[in-house]
DNA sequence: TCTGGGGTCCTAGGACCC
DNA sequence: TCTGGGGTCCTAGGACCC
């Protein structure tokens, strides 16, 4: 999807468009803004229904944010001041103060997410889902999913997401996976893209070898030393020799990747191996001065966990911590009981004990809690009985 | 006043088992 | 007298992705 969160926005503020305006940061005050309306513009009976009416010059902007959240999306104004996604809001106000600021509504965004793949999977079933804003589709068996090298049935699904949400996406039509995702970038928005196996060498070796899936910033950092920064630098090394600088497993599908060679099916249905709830606190805390806060935030996320796990049915044997402190080190424990569970109160238990083989010397700066090894509710394997003779 | 939250997968060592 | 060889599970950390 093109500019996910910022496009899901400007369907009800269309005010915003084209202005620098930066989402991320603390939760929604929609409420807050109609009664400041109601409160500062009496002219008129301000509602949830008159959104795309409020004046752009009341929107919150950057430089009045306090506190540590991050930008998860920036609109192409306000990155022509600098201001890059993961970067932190305070100091993206320093750079553009007057972006405006929008909270960001995941309840929303999940809501079109759902709706856009919903129209997807009515056109192409076979859909694999990479998270709110992303998703791999098999054209292979969908009827006319052939015509012009697909084409024609990106076009389609373009149409439909559009009169379905209002939002457009960018489609990269390519022979695996790993192709598919870099040409869905060649045509930014609302674009289309094919490329075919021959194409490979003309279109993405040039590219940076950090455009790759699976490539990051450390695996880049690490290519660039030696002297690597194209697919096609990378293409160029042996195999060998990759196998032999960046490991058995890494080092080939380094390989693979510059060769544009990915066999990966798309998947349609997959099983969640985790679910974790963690927060990041206002200031660093300290586990003897700031106990009983602490206590208190790591008793809710037990309880956030467990809620989750309920919600959605699952019972997980694994309990797990994670701590970053102020020197932004991490560090985790977790402990594997004997039986799956999804209860609070055994989960914060546990979660207890691990916390215990911390050294709590530094402050913190986040807690999280972590159940893993999960299975579906009643397909938990009864805890083998302790015999009581041999 | 730098630096979120929710995930997956991989590696590597040690315990433990056959 | 030199000390096998697989396999699985558990734990901790880290890279990477959206």
């Given at each position: 999807m093109d500019a996910f969160y910022a496009s899901v926005e400007w369907l009800r503020y269309?005010?915003?468009?084209g202005l620098p305006m930066v989402i991320g940061g603390g939760r929604r005050r929609e409420d807050d803004l109609i009664a400041r309306l109601n409160a500062e513009r009496p002219e008129r009976a301000w509602t949830a229904e008159h959104l795309a009416d409020i004046p752009v010059d009341f929107f919150p902007l950057l430089k009045d944010y306090v506190g540590r959240g991050v930008i998860t999306t920036a609109t192409y104004p306000a990155r022509q001041f600098g201001i890059g996604s993961a970067m932190g809001l305070m100091k993206a106000a320093k750079l553009c103060p007057q972006a405006i600021l929008l909270p960001v509504d995941f309840d929303q965004y999940r809501r079109f997410s759902r709706e856009f793949k919903r129209v997807i999977r009515e056109i192409a079933p076979v859909m694999e889902d990479r998270g709110v804003d992303e998703v791999y589709i098999d054209f292979t068996d969908v009827p006319g999913g052939q015509r012009e090298g697909g084409r024609v049935l990106a076009r389609l699904l373009q149409k439909s997401i559009f009169e379905a949400t209002g939002l457009t996406c960018s489609i990269g039509v390519a022979p695996n996976k790993l192709i598919a995702k870099m040409a869905?970038?060649?045509?930014?928005?609302?674009g289309i893209s094919v490329v075919h196996e021959g194409d490979v060498q003309a279109q993405i070796w040039p590219l940076p070898c950090r455009k790759i899936n699976g490539i990051g910033p450390k695996a880049d950092a690490k290519l660039q030393a030696h002297g690597i920064h194209t697919v096609g630098d990378l293409a160029a090394r042996e195999r060998a020799w990759l196998v032999a600088t960046f490991g058995k497993a890494y080092g080939a599908w380094l390989h693979d990747a510059a060769w544009g060679r990915d066999n990966r099916p798309v998947v349609t249905e997959s099983e969640p191996v985790s679910m974790s709830r963690e927060t990041t606190f206002d200031r660093d805390l300290h586990a003897v001065q700031d106990r009983a806060e602490l206590g208190a935030v790591f008793t809710r996320l037990c309880e956030q966990v467990a809620g989750d796990l309920q919600r959605k049915g699952y019972v997980g044997k694994t309990i797990g911590i994670k701590l970053r402190f102020d020197d932004f080190k991490i560090v985790t424990r977790d402990q594997t009981l004997p039986e799956h569970t999804q209860d609070a109160r055994r989960i914060r238990q546990v979660a207890g004990q691990c916390l215990k083989r911390v050294d709590l010397g530094r402050r913190l700066r986040l807690l999280g809690v972590r159940v893993g090894s999960l299975v579906r509710v009643g397909e938990a394997p009864q805890p083998e009985a302790l015999p009581l003779f041999d």
């Open positions: 269309p005010q915003l468009k869905s970038e060649f045509n930014k928005p609302n």
